[in-house]
C-alpha cells in the first residue's frame, strides 16, 4: 500500500514537472516568434523580401516528379489521412522527418515517452499576428500560472488515488531486462519507425524538450528505485543477488565504446515488411542533417560516380557525375560562392538542371570548387592559413582546368572502349557545354580566356552563365561599405582571418538545427530572412531555405576564403573584370609580366564559343545592368552572345524551381549538336587548318 501511494505521488509529480518544464518552455518561445512578428511589422521593404520564400519551402525538399493538382500536398486525400491517423496513434515513438505534409499540416514530433509534451507542442502553432484580446489573454495566463498549478496538482492526486481504488489489483511486474539488445516481443505498428529520404533532423527547441524530458525521467527514476529499495528491502535484496550472478555472462555482451544502438525499423511498401532491426550512428542520434549530393541522386533513382581530382598545386577536388557513358554530349555544372554541386540537384526531379540536362541524354558533370571545411589536399598537414591562401584566380586556373581535363580522359576512354571501331583522330569525340552560376561563371570566363592566351584546348562548346560575377560596381550601400572594409583592412585581416566560415562542429551543428527552428517558427524565420535580405541588398532569395541545405552540416561545409573576397573587393572599386592584384608592381609582374592584373575584359574577342548570359530583374547581389555589361563588351568583341531576363532573385537561379528558366536553359543546351560518330579525313583537316587561322 504504501509502494503504491509513493509510485502515485512520484507519478503525478513528474508529470507535473515535466508539465511547467515544457509549458514554460513553450511560453519562452511563444514570446520569441511573437516578438519577432512585431519586429516584422515595424521592417520596412518587408513584402518584397518576403516574397522569395512564397511558393518554394523554408528548407528545399528532396522529392521525386511533381504530383497532380488534385494531389499537391505530396499525397492523396487517403494517403494524407494515413499519414495523420499513424502520427495520432504514436505516442511512444519519434518521426522527426519534415516533408511536405509537414510543412502544410504543421505537425511538430512527438516526445518520446509524455503525452503532455505533444499537447504543449501543438499549442505552440498559431497564427502570429494576435488580436489584442490575444495578447491580454496571453499576459493573464502568466500571471494565473502558478495558481492554476497549485490547484492542478491535489486534484491529480485525488484523481489517480480514485481511479487505482476502482481498478482490478494490477499483476506484479516483471523485473526489467539489463540489456535492450536481449528483448524479445511482438512488435506492434507503433514499434516500427519508418525512415524516409527527407530531412529528419530536430530543431534547437525540439533539443531541448527532448533533453529536458530525458533528464526529469532520469532524475525521477532515480528516486523510484531508492524509494523501492527502502519500502522493499528483500526484493532490492534479491535484485542486487541476481546482479551480482549474472555479471560475469553480461560483460561478454558489454563492449566499451561502442556508441551504436540498434532499433526496429520497417519500410513502406516493401515485398517483406517484417520487422528488423537498423543500426543507428552517433550522427543520427544527434539528429543532425548530413545528406551529400550523392544520396540525393541516388534516393531520386539516378545513377552516381564520384571523381576525385588532384589540381596542380595540390588540392583534392570532388567532381561529381550522373553518368550516361555513351553519350557524346555533356554538361559541366559549376556553382558559386558558399555554395556547392548540391545546389543542381535540391529541387527534385523535375525541378533541377542536372537531373533535366541528364533525361535529354546528357553526360552530367557537377564541379566542385576549393574552400571546404575539411581542407582536403595532398598535404595532410597543410595548416588552415596555407590551405585558404588562394583568390579567384585559382578557381579558373587550376580548379576548372583540372576537372575539364578529367571529364576529356574519362570521356575519351569510355568512348573509345564503346567504339572501338571508330576512326581515331585529332577530334573531340564528345560536345561538352558549361552551366555556371554567380562565381562559377566569373571562373569559367577566366578560364576560357587564359586558355586562348596561352593557346591550350578549353573543350567547350557553349557557355550558359546565370548571373555571372565579374563587374559590380553598380551594388548596394551595404556591399560598398564591404569594399571599402576589405580593401582597407586587407593587410591585417588576411592573417587574422584566412577564410569565411563556422569554425567548429557544435556550432556547424547548431547552424544545422537552427536552420530547422527558422522553418518550425515562421515569424523567427521571417525576420531572419528579412536581416539577411538587407545585408544582401535587399535581394529577395530564399536564404533561409539555402541555409538549411545538408551541405551546412556539422561535418562539413563551403567556406569562402578572405583572397576571394578581396579580390571581389578589388573587382568592384577598380570597375573591371580582373585577375588578383598581389599588392605590388613586382609580385604583379612575377605573376602577369606586367605590373598591373590582367584585365579580362579586354580579352574578350578571344572567345571563340557562344555565350547565353542570363539576368535576374530582382537580383540585388548581381545587378542586370552588371551582366548586361558582360553582353555589350562580348558583342563589342564580336562573340556570338545573347542576352536575357527572368524576374528572378540571385539564388533563384538554382534554388528554386522555374519551369521557364530550365526550359530556356535546355533550349539553349540543344543548340549544340553532338559530336559525329565517324569524321572523314578531309573535314579533320579543314577544322585543323581554321584553327590554325584562328587567332
Known amino acids: 500500500m504504501m509502494q503504491r501511494a509513493v509510485d502515485n505521488v512520484l507519478a503525478v509529480t513528474k508529470e507535473s514537472v515535466k508539465t511547467f518544464t515544457f509549458e514554460s518552455l513553450n511560453n519562452i518561445v511563444r514570446f520569441i516568434n511573437g516578438l519577432s512578428a512585431l519586429l516584422l511589422t515595424i521592417l520596412p521593404g518587408k513584402a518584397n523580401v518576403l516574397e522569395g520564400i512564397h511558393g518554394w519551402e523554408l528548407r528545399p525538399a528532396f522529392r521525386g516528379p511533381r504530383f497532380p493538382r488534385w494531389m499537391e500536398k505530396g499525397a492523396s486525400s487517403f494517403n494524407q489521412?494515413?499519414?495523420?491517423?499513424?502520427v495520432d496513434s504514436d505516442t511512444s515513438s519519434v518521426d522527426y522527418s519534415s516533408g511536405e505534409e509537414d510543412d502544410h499540416d504543421g505537425i511538430y514530433p512527438l516526445s518520446p515517452t509524455s503525452q503532455s509534451s505533444r499537447a504543449s507542442r501543438t499549442s505552440t502553432q498559431g497564427n502570429c499576428s494576435w488580436h489584442w484580446t490575444d495578447w491580454i489573454e496571453y499576459i493573464f495566463s502568466w500571471i494565473l500560472l502558478p495558481a492554476k498549478f497549485l490547484l492542478w496538482v491535489p486534484f491529480c492526486l485525488f484523481h489517480v488515488s480514485y481511479m487505482r481504488r476502482s481498478r482490478a489489483p494490477a499483476t506484479p511486474r516483471s523485473p526489467r531486462p539489463l540489456h535492450f539488445h536481449s528483448i524479445k516481443k511482438p512488435h506492434a505498428p507503433k514499434d516500427q519507425v519508418v525512415y524516409r529520404t527527407t530531412d529528419r533532423r530536430r530543431?534547437?527547441?525540439?533539443?531541448?524538450?527532448?533533453?529536458?524530458?530525458?533528464?526529469?525521467?532520469?532524475?525521477f527514476d532515480m528516486f523510484h528505485k531508492a524509494a523501492y529499495f527502502l519500502l522493499s528491502p528483500s526484493e532490492a535484496f534479491k535484485i542486487i543477488r541476481g546482479w551480482f550472478t549474472s555479471l560475469r555472462s553480461d560483460v561478454k555482451d558489454v563492449h566499451p565504446g561502442v556508441s551504436d544502438a540498434y532499433v526496429s525499423s520497417t519500410t513502406l511498401g516493401s515485398d517483406d515488411p517484417a520487422v528488423t532491426e537498423r543500426k543507428t550512428t552517433l550522427y543520427q542520434s544527434l539528429n543532425t542533417d548530413?545528406?551529400?549530393?550523392?544520396?540525393?541522386?541516388t534516393e531520386m533513382g539516378y545513377p552516381y560516380e564520384a571523381i576525385h581530382v588532384i589540381t596542380s598545386d595540390g588540392y583534392v577536388l570532388h567532381l561529381e557525375r550522373i553518368p550516361r557513358r555513351d553519350a557524346r554530349k555533356a554538361v559541366y555544372l559549376q556553382h558559386g560562392?558558399?555554395?556547392?554541386?548540391?545546389?543542381?540537384?535540391?529541387n527534385g526531379v523535375v525541378g533541377s538542371p542536372a537531373f533535366a540536362a541528364y533525361d535529354q541524354g546528357y553526360d552530367v558533370f557537377l564541379g566542385n570548387f576549393r574552400g571546404l571545411v575539411s581542407r582536403e589536399h595532398v598535404d595532410k598537414k597543410i595548416s588552415s592559413q596555407q590551405y585558404w591562401w588562394y583568390s579567384i584566380n585559382e578557381h579558373g586556373t587550376e580548379d576548372i582546368p583540372a576537372m575539364i581535363e578529367k571529364i576529356h580522359e574519362v570521356k575519351t576512354a569510355e568512348l573509345k572502349i564503346s567504339n572501338p571501331d571508330e576512326e581515331t583522330s585529332n577530334e573531340q569525340p564528345y560536345k561538352l557545354c558549361a552551366i555556371s552560376h554567380s562565381l562559377g561563371g566569373a571562373a569559367v570566363l577566366m578560364y576560357v580566356i587564359t586558355c586562348r592566351i596561352e593557346e591550350k584546348p578549353h573543350r567547350l562548346s557553349r557557355l550558359i552563365l546565370l548571373s555571372p560575377a565579374g563587374f559590380h560596381e553598380d551594388s548596394t550601400l551595404v556591399f560598398?561599405?564591404?569594399?571599402?572594409?576589405?580593401?582597407?583592412?586587407?593587410?591585417i585581416m588576411a592573417p587574422l582571418v584566412p577564410a569565411f566560415y563556422i569554425p567548429t562542429r557544435f556550432f556547424r551543428m547548431l547552424f544545422n538545427k537552427l536552420a530547422r527552428d527558422f522553418h518550425n517558427y515562421p515569424a523567427v524565420g521571417g525576420l531572419v530572412q528579412t536581416l539577411i535580405s538587407y545585408?544582401?541588398?535587399g535581394d529577395s532569395s530564399n536564404w533561409i531555405g539555402v541555409i538549411g541545405l545538408p551541405h551546412y552540416n556539422m561535418n562539413d561545409m563551403p567556406g569562402v576564403s578572405f583572397r576571394v573576397a578581396h579580390h571581389l573587393a578589388q573587382i568592384k572599386r577598380s570597375r573591371?573584370?580582373?585577375?588578383?592584384?598581389?599588392g605590388s608592381a613586382s609580385a604583379n609582374?612575377?605573376?602577369?609580366?606586367?605590373?598591373?592584373?590582367?584585365?579580362l575584359g579586354e580579352y574578350y574577342g578571344l572567345i571563340d564559343i557562344p555565350v547565353d548570359l542570363v539576368a535576374g530583374q530582382k537580383d540585388q547581389v548581381i545587378r542586370p545592368s552588371m551582366v548586361r555589361k558582360h553582353y555589350k563588351l562580348m558583342r563589342d568583341s564580336g562573340v556570338d552572345v545573347s542576352y536575357d531576363e527572368f524576374e528572378y532573385a540571385h539564388l533563384d537561379f538554382t534554388f528554386a524551381h522555374h519551369e521557364e528558366l530550365l526550359a530556356y536553359v535546355m533550349s539553349r543546351l540543344l543548340l549544340v549538336k553532338p559530336a559525329p560518330k565517324h569524321q572523314s579525313s578531309n573535314k579533320t583537316v579543314k577544322l585543323k587548318r581554321k584553327g590554325q587561322e584562328s587567332p
Not at 534547437?204 to 532524475?219: G, K, N, R, Y
Not at 560562392?337 to 540537384?345: A, H, L, P, Y
Not at 560598398?480 to 593587410?491: D, F, G, H, S
Open 290 to 297: 548530413a545528406r551529400t549530393c550523392q544520396d540525393v541522386i
Open 81 to 86: 489521412f494515413i499519414h495523420e491517423l499513424s
Open 203 to 219: 530543431g534547437v527547441v525540439e533539443d531541448l524538450h527532448l533533453a529536458i524530458e530525458i533528464f526529469i525521467e532520469a532524475i
Open 337 to 346: 560562392i558558399f555554395d556547392s554541386s548540391m545546389g543542381w540537384v535540391s
Open 589 to 599: 609582374m612575377e605573376v602577369y609580366g606586367s605590373p598591373e592584373p590582367l584585365d
Open 535 to 537: 545585408v544582401a541588398g
Open 576 to 582: 573591371r573584370f580582373r585577375m588578383y592584384d598581389y
Open 480 to 491: 560598398t561599405a564591404m569594399e571599402y572594409l576589405l580593401c582597407l583592412l586587407a593587410p
